[in-house]
């Protein structure tokens, strides 16, 4: 079983910043795909970026192309996502969640493990 523990989420004006961070447990996180994914009000949960366990190619979604990069220091089994030019669309609790699959997807479903989410409010 894994726990996922997600922080660093706010209110922040348009054009900010802000980091999340996503605290795992156990002792085989550097083995997981971690995904971030996000769900706004009314609408289904989306996916905004995924890294694999070693660290590779991250796949990431188009709207956030440029200004979110994820990242994950196994040592300290945590994935951050830096979010930078934020904007009002980018308002909605978002998750964190590993996959057992080495294989990396954009698919909700076939994530195994989530954390209970972060707010995050960009004001115009």
């Known amino acids: 079983q894994v726990q996922l523990v997600e922080s660093g989420g706010g209110l922040v004006q348009a054009g900010g910043s802000l980091r999340l961070s996503c605290a795992a447990s156990?002792?085989?996180?550097?083995?997981?795909?971690m995904g971030w994914f996000r769900q706004a009000p009314g609408k289904e949960r989306e996916f905004v970026e995924a890294?694999?366990?070693?660290?590779?190619?991250?796949y990431y979604a188009e709207s956030v192309k440029g200004r979110f990069t994820i990242s994950r220091d196994n040592a300290k089994n945590t994935v951050y996502l830096q979010m930078n030019s934020l904007k009002p669309e980018d308002t909605g609790v978002y998750y964190c969640?590993?996959?057992?699959?080495?294989?990396?997807?954009?698919?909700?479903?076939?994530?195994?493990?989530w954390g209970q989410g972060t707010q995050v409010t960009v004001s115009s």
């Open positions: 156990g002792r085989t996180f550097s083995c997981y795909v």
């Open positions: 969640a590993a996959r057992t699959s080495a294989v990396v997807t954009s698919t909700p479903d076939s994530y195994n493990y």
């Open positions: 890294i694999p366990a070693n660290g590779g190619t991250i």
